[in-house]
């Protein structure tokens, strides 16, 4: 991508900012909302700066123009695609595979297919525009591709004449408007490395942007588990990235909660596959059926790792539970520090301390943090003791 398009998209739009001022700006962006909620008063460990050139996963749109493919990112605040060569904020895997994936986008959307648009009638159409998630898994490139129409059999020997002509794909998916993600190659099944554990990727579930932060989130939540031992339960757990590593203390037992069928599928094989014995999977919606008093009773610990719209009827829930029974720890991660502001102020203001809080910046050069915090009840505040870690991973 040339600086000028850099400027233009709307991924990073900090990139030409001073390096020092930027971190600053983070930190100060931070500060400012934990400033703003009620009754706060956190340690602020040291942020952990992830490098640039280091995400793993890329959502990108195509589209069929005059002079050929173009391939990228939408421009800030637009729907003007900016066509990408190479992304500086991806790893070297998957910017090496865009220019053969322009290459096959243009075959694929040069093949005709018939429609049908009544009993009797078919008409021709053309793919014209789409998108495609990548994902650099530890064993190769996993593509999924995203169109309005279902692949037709022209399509399915392009897809397999790409795949097997690139030893760096592992496999490719196709995903028509409405229907689930079809497979129509795998030469493996893509993996992911999570706490020394094989994990087998189904496609299209949500993954940390960056492994460098998936680990810095891994060390940091054990690090606020501290000694913290017993009955803990990993709330919007996804694929369990944090199941994982709680499992390995077999002191443990882990309640996984999620929504996504997909991510408690492939964490329930993952389970079965490394012999992990100490962990119960549910499939629930947390937004409409969070954990009731009742069942947050005796938990030892609260891992929450909500999308971005928050986690607040599960923290009103939490902060309803009698303080003599309810988990002693509640660590919070978040990709909006703006709903996390809000739950964090349900939960001090139902006798939670809100004790520690660490910026991760993986969303590198732009506008959003992760952030990781600790809440733990009231009379536990004082003995709460958390080692810092290095700045950057």
Not at 178 to 206: C, D, M, N, R, W
Not at 237 to 242: D, P, Q, R, S, Y
Not at 355 to 379: K, P, T
Request: aromatic share 8%; hydrophobic share 40%.
């Amino acid at each position: 991508m040339s600086e000028k398009t850099c400027e233009r998209c709307g991924g990073c739009p900090y990139r030409f900012m001073d390096e020092k001022l930027y971190r600053q700006k983070k930190e100060e962006n931070l500060k400012k909302i934990v400033a703003g909620i009620k009754n706060a008063s956190p340690e602020f460990d040291s942020p952990v700066f992830i490098a640039d050139g280091q995400r793993r996963r890329a959502d990108m749109e195509f589209s069929q123009q005059k002079g050929g493919i173009s391939l990228g990112f939408y421009e800030e605040k637009s729907h003007n695609l900016l066509d990408v060569e190479h992304c500086p904020m991806l790893r070297s895997e998957l910017n090496a595979v865009l220019p053969a994936l322009r290459a096959w986008l243009a075959e694929l959307c040069s093949i005709r297919v018939n429609m049908r648009i009544s009993r009797k009638k078919t008409t021709s159409a053309y793919i014209k525009k789409g998108s495609i998630k990548l994902l650099c898994a530890d064993n190769g490139i996993d593509i999924l591709l995203e169109t309005d129409i279902s692949p037709e059999l022209e399509h399915r020997l392009a897809i397999a004449d790409f795949a097997n002509s690139r030893a760096d794909i592992v496999r490719i998916s196709w995903r028509a408007k409405g229907l689930a993600p079809e497979t129509i190659v795998e030469k493996v099944a893509p993996e992911l490395h999570i706490a020394g554990y094989s994990v087998a990727v189904p496609q299209g579930v949500f993954l940390q942007a960056s492994k460098a932060a998936e680990r810095a989130m891994i060390e940091k939540v054990l690090a606020y588990m501290d000694n913290t031992a017993g009955k803990i339960t990993d709330l919007f757990c996804g694929l369990g990235t944090f199941t994982y590593p709680l499992a390995k203390n077999r002191q443990n037992e882990i309640l996984s909660a999620d929504s996504s069928a997909a991510s408690l599928e492939g964490l329930r094989k993952a389970l079965n596959r490394n012999q992990i014995q100490n962990v119960r999977v549910t499939n629930r919606n947390l937004f409409k059926e969070p954990l009731e008093e009742g069942e947050l009773a005796n938990f030892a610990a609260v891992v929450l790792d909500p999308p971005r719209a928050g986690a607040h009827e599960q923290c009103r829930r939490l902060a309803q539970t009698d303080s003599e029974r309810r988990p002693q720890k509640i660590i919070y991660v978040s990709c909006n520090p703006e709903t996390f502001a809000y739950d964090a102020g349900v939960l001090i203001k139902g006798g939670y301390a809100f004790a520690r809080i660490v910026l991760i910046d993986q969303f590198v050069y732009s506008e959003h943090s992760e952030i990781i915090a600790l809440f733990v009840n009231n009379s536990e505040k004082t003995v709460v003791t958390v080692q810092n870690k290095g700045a950057k991973i």
